[in-house]
């Protein structure tokens, strides 16, 4: 898709969410002492432009405790980022973005004829989703149903409640339904009153006004949240994922991965990743034995069976593949990454460092939020063990090897395309898999179904797992709600990361939020980490 420079505008400039925006927008009845115009495409605007991670979320909490407790990955030694700060960070974009997230609903609220505002109403449910669901997975129970409304000028709304994790998910999978079940695709569509349907036009810099592939994200966004609760409440989730699955409304599908895509956002320059990804202690990350493992068979180039080695990983400064084993390894505390210009300055380290150009690239690898690969995990596991559809194994196959094939086209589609001349990584990158070593990947018995279903399912939170190389708070999902992804038995991780369960809430809720806060935290016994979130067994 193909996205105008202008919209850099909006993801840079945020202080102009406020502006009085009326062109190409319906007009408000006219309120005394109230803006006569919506606002409503740059707050959109604004909104999306939070789908972007933040660099203390990467660089203190990402490589410090997600990808180490779930060993996706490995640290030779801790970055030396304090954990409060990527909480602070994660909390503060999530309660300023909600603000903007009630105050467009306020303007949906106030247009006379609602019937025009369906598809800004669905895609406003769609975002309120992804943000609230992220953040209250990290945390728990948080404040929501009376939070964000401090612009009210209500003194009531300055000190919010928490709200059960359960009550929040029951009502976020309820506005995703109603997205799904109403948004109109029909292109000048009009309501019964006469009024046309609104639009985001412009300012739609996710999808550029595609309303089919918004369809498709709120869809796929209630398959990956009831597939997490189903343990938890069946009775919910069970209708929930055949309706999703049930084809009457499509999900998002190979090719179409949504991100925020710096070259389609008009030469976006994502400064936070080489920063925050790879500086600093986040040059310690190395490939860990465990993803290693599932990628080849020993140490050997010969021995990779898996593809998306090349691109993941790559040899130490001796030319060798050394994964780093989680808490038994010792040594190689260097910034592997130190170099900003060669890649085969790796400062002399010991074991495998993550891959320079993944690392590098600041101008087209896109800020992942849902990949058509998950989907379709998520509905292989659903027919591997009959979770609101009828169990069929041949089913669950066919959907994990779409999987496996969506995440590889995937990877080397990005690099492909990864050309800035001071990161050419298509230049660098080896040749997509032929027929032969397709073959040879997909009958590996790592990766093979044998046909029963215990192997069925082992195999999918493998293959689901290892595809979130790149999204470690999904890995952390997986891995909290199924306690089944890979491990390598030679890893020894610590107690604190074995029964790192969520974040400790933000500190500044201890003083202004000190009644609230306090009552949560009895219920858990103090701000700790070792507490398990709702939908966990």
């Given at each position: 898709?193909?996205?105008?420079?202008?919209?850099?505008?909006?993801?840079?400039?945020?202080?102009?969410?406020?502006?009085?925006?009326?062109?190409?927008?319906?007009?408000?009845?006219?309120?005394?002492?109230?803006?006569?115009?919506?606002?409503?495409?740059?707050?959109?605007?604004?909104?999306?432009?939070?789908?972007?991670?933040?660099?203390?979320?990467?660089?203190?909490?990402?490589?410090?405790?997600?990808?180490?407790?779930?060993?996706?990955?490995?640290?030779?030694?801790?970055?030396?980022?304090?954990?409060?700060?990527?909480?602070?960070?994660?909390?503060?974009?999530?309660?300023?973005?909600?603000?903007?997230?009630?105050?467009v609903q306020d303007k949906?609220?106030?247009?006379?004829?609602?019937?025009?505002?369906?598809?800004?109403?669905?895609?406003?449910?769609?975002?309120?989703?992804?943000?609230?669901?992220?953040?209250?997975?990290?945390?728990?129970?948080?404040?929501?149903?009376?939070?964000?409304?401090?612009?009210?000028?209500?003194?009531?709304?300055?000190?919010?409640?928490?709200?059960?994790?359960?009550?929040?998910?029951?009502?976020?999978?309820?506005?995703?339904?109603?997205?799904?079940?109403?948004?109109?695709?029909?292109?000048?569509?009009?309501?019964?009153?006469?009024?046309?349907?609104?639009?985001?036009?412009?300012?739609?810099?996710?999808?550029?006004?595609?309303?089919?592939?918004?369809?498709?994200?709120?869809?796929?966004?209630?398959?990956?949240?009831?597939?997490?609760?189903?343990?938890?409440?069946?009775?919910?989730?069970?209708?929930?994922?055949?309706?999703?699955?049930?084809?009457?409304?499509?999900?998002?599908?190979?090719?179409?991965?949504v991100g925020m895509w710096?070259?389609?956002?008009?030469?976006?320059?994502?400064?936070?990743?080489?920063?925050?990804?790879?500086?600093?202690?986040?040059?310690?990350?190395?490939?860990?034995?465990?993803?290693?493992?599932?990628?080849?068979?020993?140490?050997?180039?010969?021995?990779?069976?898996?593809?998306?080695?090349?691109?993941?990983?790559?040899?130490?400064?001796?030319?060798?593949?050394?994964?780093?084993?989680?808490?038994?390894?010792?040594?190689?505390?260097?910034?592997?990454?130190?170099?900003?210009?060669?890649?085969?300055?790796?400062?002399?380290?010991?074991?495998?460092?993550?891959?320079?150009?993944?690392?590098?690239?600041?101008?087209?690898?896109?800020?992942?939020?849902?990949?058509?690969?998950?989907?379709?995990?998520?509905?292989?596991?659903?027919?591997?063990?009959?979770?609101?559809?009828?169990?069929?194994?041949?089913?669950?196959?066919?959907?994990?090897?779409?999987?496996?094939?969506?995440?590889?086209?995937?990877?080397?589609?990005?690099?492909?395309?990864?050309?800035?001349?001071?990161?050419?990584?298509?230049?660098?990158?080896?040749?997509?898999?032929?027929?032969?070593?397709?073959?040879?990947?997909?009958?590996?018995?790592?990766?093979?179904?044998?046909?029963?279903?215990?192997?069925?399912?082992?195999?999918?939170?493998?293959?689901?797992?290892?595809?979130?190389?790149?999204?470690?708070?999904?890995?952390?999902?997986?891995?909290?709600?199924?306690?089944?992804?890979?491990?390598?038995?030679?890893?020894?991780?610590?107690?604190?990361?074995?029964?790192?369960?969520?974040?400790?809430?933000?500190?500044?809720?201890?003083v202004n939020n000190a009644?609230?806060?306090?009552?949560?935290?009895?219920?858990?016994?103090?701000?700790?980490?070792?507490?398990?979130?709702?939908?966990?067994?």
């Amino acid at each position: 898709m193909t996205h105008s420079k202008n919209k850099v505008v909006f993801l840079v400039f945020g202080v102009l969410i406020f502006a009085s925006c009326t062109k190409n927008f319906k007009q408000l009845n006219t309120t005394p002492n109230a803006p006569t115009n919506t606002a409503i495409a740059p707050l959109m605007t604004n909104i999306m432009s939070t789908l972007f991670l933040q660099w203390q979320e990467q660089a203190s909490i990402h490589n410090d405790y997600y990808y180490e407790a779930t060993q996706l990955a490995a640290e030779t030694s801790v970055s030396g980022y304090v954990l409060s700060n990527g909480v602070n960070s994660i909390w503060d974009d999530y309660y300023n973005t909600l603000q903007n997230l009630n105050l467009v609903q306020d303007k949906i609220n106030a247009v006379s004829d609602k019937a025009s505002m369906v598809n800004i109403q669905a895609i406003l449910y769609t975002l309120r989703a992804y943000k609230t669901f992220r953040i209250t997975d990290q945390f728990g129970d948080i404040p929501y149903f009376k939070a964000g409304l401090t612009y009210t000028g209500n003194t009531d709304a300055y000190r919010p409640p928490y709200d059960p994790q359960q009550v929040i998910y029951d009502s976020l999978l309820n506005n995703l339904t109603w997205a799904v079940h109403n948004m109109n695709l029909n292109s000048g569509a009009v309501t019964p009153s006469g009024d046309p349907v609104d639009s985001l036009g412009s300012a739609d810099v996710l999808f550029d006004g595609n309303l089919t592939e918004w369809l498709k994200f709120a869809n796929s966004l209630r398959l990956r949240y009831a597939m997490q609760m189903v343990e938890k409440d069946p009775a919910t989730a069970s209708p929930i994922i055949a309706d999703c699955l049930s084809g009457t409304y499509p999900l998002i599908d190979s090719g179409n991965d949504v991100g925020m895509w710096p070259k389609s956002l008009g030469g976006y320059d994502l400064q936070s990743r080489w920063w925050s990804f790879s500086s600093g202690g986040t040059g310690f990350v190395r490939i860990s034995s465990t993803m290693w493992n599932l990628l080849a068979d020993d140490t050997s180039a010969a021995s990779v069976f898996d593809p998306r080695a090349w691109l993941f990983t790559t040899t130490n400064q001796a030319g060798q593949y050394v994964p780093y084993i989680i808490g038994t390894s010792t040594g190689d505390a260097v910034n592997a990454y130190y170099s900003a210009t060669d890649p085969t300055q790796k400062n002399n380290c010991l074991y495998s460092p993550l891959n320079w150009y993944l690392v590098r690239d600041e101008w087209y690898i896109p800020e992942l939020v849902m990949t058509s690969a998950e989907v379709d995990f998520l509905a292989a596991e659903a027919y591997a063990r009959g979770l609101g559809v009828t169990q069929s194994i041949p089913t669950a196959q066919a959907a994990y090897l779409e999987g496996i094939t969506s995440s590889v086209n995937f990877w080397y589609n990005v690099a492909a395309n990864t050309n800035d001349p001071t990161e050419d990584w298509a230049s660098a990158m080896p040749g997509p898999p032929g027929d032969v070593q397709w073959a040879a990947f997909l009958s590996n018995p790592k990766v093979a179904f044998t046909g029963t279903q215990a192997d069925a399912v082992s195999k999918i939170y493998a293959q689901e797992w290892l595809s979130f190389f790149r999204q470690p708070w999904l890995a952390f999902n997986l891995w909290r709600r199924t306690s089944a992804t890979p491990v390598d038995p030679k890893s020894n991780p610590s107690s604190t990361l074995s029964t790192f369960y969520r974040l400790p809430y933000a500190q500044d809720e201890a003083v202004n939020n000190a009644v609230n806060y306090e009552a949560e935290i009895a219920k858990l016994n103090g701000n700790n980490s070792n507490v398990k979130v709702w939908w966990m067994p």
